[in-house]
């Protein structure tokens, strides 16, 4: 009867793999919503889309947020 089971080195190559990908993927989508999506004022679909509309519809209400609501908090907070 096993108890444990440890992964072989094939397997945690494997999973490193996916993981730096996946890592790579998040940081290219969040590079073009900043570099490209937001500034030119392309709404997608979607939480980010929603939270890119109330970035620009509260531009100017809050005190503490002259800019408007931040994007990232608007989003993780949907």
């Known amino acids: 009867m ?3 089971s440890f992964s072989s080195n094939a397997t945690l ?4 793999v996916d ?3 996946i890592v790579v993927g998040a940081f ?3 590079l073009s ?4 999506l937001a500034p030119f004022k392309i709404v997608p679909g979607g939480c980010y889309g ?3 509309v109330i970035h620009y519809v509260t ?3 809050f005190s503490i947020f002259p800019d408007g609501l931040p994007m990232g908090a608007t ?4």
């Open 33 to 36: 919503y900043v570099l490209f």
């Open 50 to 52: 929603i939270s890119i």
């Open 2 to 4: 096993k108890l444990l």
């Open 19 to 21: 993981y730096s990908l």
């Open 59 to 61: 531009k100017g209400v």
């Open 28 to 30: 290219l989508q969040a």
């Open 75 to 78: 989003a993780l907070c949907l």
């Open 13 to 16: 190559k494997s999973n490193a």
